[in-house]
């Protein structure tokens, strides 16, 4: 069935270092979501990518969507205490699919 | 920018009682909405697509006559949890998609069944 593979699970950082979260999907995708979902809160949009090797930066938050259009990556660089939280990817439009989701949690 | 509410934000009931959730986008139309179950520290899962006009469309393993869902009209979507057990206390969460086709979430509904 349709999936989309997230990874990884968890990942703790330290405040200012680098954080990376990669989605990959079985099939190709007409366009990929990103989402962050604060602890308690609701998952709120970051970004959304279409074309094939798009690159979308946001201050320090970096989207890529891979060439063939099956894999995602967003990349946090000198990450903040603000950044935790869990960031979901999200394929589809009628059929939605969540990624599993990364859980970043920083040590300041 | 678009808005989803949902209430009650929390609800505490009796087991074997029925709990009914809200899901309204406050600034533009949805006919579709979708309902979400979320357990502490996972995934988001989505447990139907609700559409304005007709019957929802319940993910496998989502029991139909659980999770009654009714679409009233293009700003709402009513998800009722009948017969409520301690198993089904979770995060319950909606969603529209919202200008640009992408999903505004609801903040969420936490129900603890007793």
């Known amino acids: 069935g349709q999936q989309v593979m997230q990874i990884p699970q968890y990942q703790h950082v330290q405040e200012g270092e680098d954080f990376t979260t990669y989605c990959n999907s079985s099939t190709t995708l007409s366009n990929i979501q990103w989402y962050k979902q604060r602890p308690g809160g609701h998952p709120v949009f970051l970004i959304q990518l279409v074309k094939s090797g798009e690159v979308k930066k946001q201050k320090r938050l970096t989207f890529q969507f891979g060439e063939a259009k099956k894999n995602s990556s967003l990349h946090i660089t000198a990450t903040q205490t603000t950044d935790v939280g869990t960031y979901f990817c999200l394929k589809g439009a009628q059929k939605l699919v969540f990624g599993q989701g990364t859980r970043l949690t920083i040590n300041p | 920018g678009a808005v989803v509410s949902q209430h009650p934000s929390w609800v505490i009931c009796k087991s074997g009682t029925s709990v009914k959730i809200e899901c309204r986008s406050l600034?533009?139309?949805?006919?579709?909405m979708f309902w979400y179950r979320q357990f502490p520290k996972q995934s988001l899962m989505l447990m139907a697509t609700s559409n304005e006009g007709s019957k929802a469309t319940y993910e496998q393993g989502v029991e139909k006559d659980k999770f009654l869902i009714n679409h009233a009209s293009l700003t709402l979507s009513t998800l009722t949890v009948t017969s409520a057990h301690p198993e089904d206390s979770s995060f319950y969460i909606c969603?529209?998609?919202?200008?640009?086709?992408?999903?505004?979430f609801g903040p969420g509904t936490r129900l603890t069944v007793l």
């Open positions: 600034d533009f139309q949805a006919t579709t």
């Open positions: 969603s529209a998609p919202g200008p640009g086709d992408t999903q505004y």
